[in-house]
């Protein structure tokens, strides 16, 4: 009778052991089953977020030739400086802005033919002095974008400097390809940079300062001594948008400033979309660069992903 009971408890067990693996491999496969799931869902919003950005840049693109058809002209009055404000999308929302890049200073205007250009010299030196930043800087940009091994002592570097470095890299000795390049460059810390960003851009062509867009911070670095005062003037000026160069050259708080001509213009050909799509968990930030041609034309440079992420 011992011996049956024996058998029972042993088979009870059995029983139970085979429930608990059971159970264990349910709950896997159903976990391994929302996780399949949840994985779709991302990819698909993933996909539709991209779909969204397309749509975006072909507005942006519409925005702009339809401009250049409607004026000669580029300033902060026209249609294509007005936010695109929230917009409902399928289990979302979508956000973009278009900036005239021409309102900062292309670093890459640094070099004509080669050649360091005084003039954008003395406007960048400016710009990092009344950012509270050492104008010296300037040398080690020209050294990261001339063909050359020289160095312009005593603050420029190339690649004696760079290959010391752990871990060791190059100069670039091309053109800007990117902003965030700077971060190489001798002497530029992460704090330097993010306040610089804002005010400069890269395109590989020389590409003048639109008078009409540029921030009082820029208009205050096309002259020695422009105090924050002249450049909000000049930045409000009654005149603005102004239809010709000559015009802004002929305004009082410019004549006062003794601003020069080189490298101005009221015409713009560079500009930048942000663009912002939010679905559900998936929310993506995307930077595309676009150029504007004499026809009107327009056609994207490069596109850049912000922000990513998935909750």
């Not at 001798?186 to 009409?212: C, H, K, M, S």
Request: charged share 25%.
């Amino acid at each position: 009778m011992k011996s049956h009971y024996r058998q029972q408890g042993i088979a009870l067990i059995t029983v139970m052991l085979v429930l608990a693996i059971a159970s264990v491999a349910v709950v896997s496969m159903s976990t391994a089953r929302q996780m399949d799931i949840r994985r779709t869902e991302n990819q698909l919003r993933t996909t539709q977020a991209w779909e969204y950005v397309y749509g975006l840049e072909s507005w942006a693109q519409h925005s702009l030739q339809s401009d250049s058809e409607a004026n000669k002209v580029d300033s902060l009055d026209d249609s294509w400086s007005q936010p695109l404000p929230t917009t409902a999308i399928v289990e979302g929302t979508m956000q973009a802005d278009i900036e005239d890049l021409q309102g900062r200073i292309n670093l890459n205007n640094l070099l004509v033919e080669g050649k360091a250009s005084e003039q954008d010299v003395r406007r960048l030196k400016r710009l990092l002095l009344n950012l509270k930043m050492k104008p010296e800087l300037v040398e080690a940009m020209l050294d990261w974008i001339d063909k050359d091994m020289e160095i312009r002592y005593p603050h420029g570097a190339e690649d004696e400097t760079y290959t010391r470095l752990k871990p060791a890299y190059r100069s670039g000795n091309r053109l800007f390809t990117d902003v965030s390049e700077l971060l190489l460059v001798q002497g530029i810390t992460q704090e330097q940079y993010q306040a610089l960003r804002p005010y400069v851009y890269v395109t590989d062509q020389y590409a003048p300062i639109n008078i009409n867009t540029a921030s009082a911070t820029v208009l205050r670095c096309l002259a020695d001594d422009i105090s924050t005062g002249q450049a909000e003037s000049i930045f409000l000026s009654r005149d603005k948008p102004f239809g010709k160069l000559e015009d802004f050259l002929k305004d009082e708080a410019v004549t006062d400033a003794a601003i020069d001509k080189y490298g101005l213009d009221v015409i713009s050909n560079h500009f930048l979309l942000v663009g912002q799509i939010d679905m559900g968990k998936t929310h993506l930030k995307v930077e595309s660069q676009l150029q504007r041609n004499k026809d009107g034309q327009v056609k994207l440079v490069k596109r850049q992903r912000k922000g990513l992420m998935h909750g």
